[in-house]
């Protein structure tokens, strides 16, 4: 084999190496757009978890609260029915001031339960909207990934052809 050919063998070879590489680089990586896209998308997931996580936590205090302020409803009630059967000034301070404390700390549960709910719809929104997707993202996202599927198919039909004549190539 004369220089020539040697020359012209390697050029070839280095070229479909070259041509190798892009191609298995197209199938590997996206473009930039469909990249930011699934990226955005991962994000909205991520964040649609920590809100459901949090959705779940809220819940769960909810509960929890609940049933708290209704053991506080029946203790009040317990405590003012014992109002009526008193039969002294000292007993009476003594149910007035438990009472006294059941209502306040009454209050300050059902304040607190309150927020919870209000929490608790705020987050539910935030939760109905993380999960829809709208029209236009939708169209958009399958567009990218339907370009990305007919480049990447491409790209292997490509490596397929270069994986061949790289064989021959290097047969001679």
């Known amino acids: ?13 280095q070229t479909l190496l070259e041509q190798r ?3 298995r680089f197209l199938l590997e990586n996206p473009p930039e757009e469909l990249a930011s896209h699934q990226a955005r998308f991962a994000e909205r997931r991520r964040l649609l978890e920590a809100k459901k996580e949090e959705l ?11 049933q708290e302020v209704d053991s506080l409803h029946k203790e009040r009630e317990h405590f003012r029915k014992q109002k009526s059967m008193v ?5 009476l301070q003594a149910v007035v001031s438990e009472l006294d404390h059941v209502e306040a700390e009454l209050k300050t549960r059902e304040e607190k339960l309150l927020a919870l709910w209000q929490q608790l719809e705020a987050l ?3 939760v109905a909207s993380l ?3 709208s029209d236009e993202e939708r169209q958009a996202r399958e567009q990218l990934e ?5 480049q990447k198919q491409k790209a292997e039909q490509d490596l397929a052809r270069i994986e061949a004549r790289l064989r021959e190539t290097q047969k001679l």
Do not use: G, I, P
């Open 146 to 150: 339907a370009a990305f599927a007919v």
């Open 124 to 126: 539910e929104k935030d």
């Open 21 to 23: 590489r892009q191609a």
């Open 56 to 66: 779940a936590r809220v819940k769960a205090e909810q509960v929890a609260l609940q």
């Open 131 to 133: 999960s829809q997707e």
């Open 1 to 13: 084999m004369d220089t020539r050919l040697k020359l012209q063998y390697f050029v070839t070879l």
């Open 87 to 91: 039969t002294n000034m000292r007993q």
